[in-house]
């Protein structure tokens, strides 16, 4: 099992940026893809960004494309999500997950597909 705890979050400006941070531990960070969803009031979670294990490959969704960009560091078993240009309807709850299952070709999108998950972390971008 691994263990994901997120950081990160805050209140910030339109237009600002911020970076969230999902340190893994309890066991080896380079067996999953790692994904960054959100969820925010009355609406369902939806996928945001996410990475492959071994080559990096990383999918977007197309509201972020531009404004946000996942990475890895596996020295420090920790992903990021770097998020600028942020926007009000950004604000929402962000969770980080990880997928033990090896897929080629692109990261996984659906929630479903993800196998451990953070507390998240609460994000809010005021206008």
């Known amino acids: 099992q691994v263990q994901l705890v997120e950081s990160g979050g805050g209140l910030v400006q339109a237009g600002g940026s911020l970076r969230l941070s999902c340190a893994a531990s309890?066991?080896?960070?380079?067996?999953?893809?790692m994904g960054w969803f959100r969820q925010a009031p009355g609406k369902e979670r939806e996928f945001v960004a996410a990475?492959?294990?071994?080559?990096?490959?990383?999918d977007y969704t197309d509201s972020v494309k531009g404004r946000f960009t996942i990475s890895r560091d596996s020295t420090k078993n920790t992903v990021y999500l770097q998020m600028n240009s942020l926007k009000p309807e950004d604000t929402a709850v962000y969770y980080c997950?990880?997928?033990?299952?090896?897929?080629?070709?692109?990261?996984?999108?659906?929630?479903?597909?993800?196998?451990?998950w953070g507390q998240g972390t609460q994000v809010t971008v005021s206008s």
């Open positions: 997950a990880a997928e033990s299952t090896f897929h080629l070709g692109t990261p996984q999108r659906e929630a479903a597909e993800y196998d451990y």
């Open positions: 309890g066991s080896t960070f380079s067996r999953y893809d």
């Open positions: 990475i492959t294990r071994f080559t990096g490959i990383t």
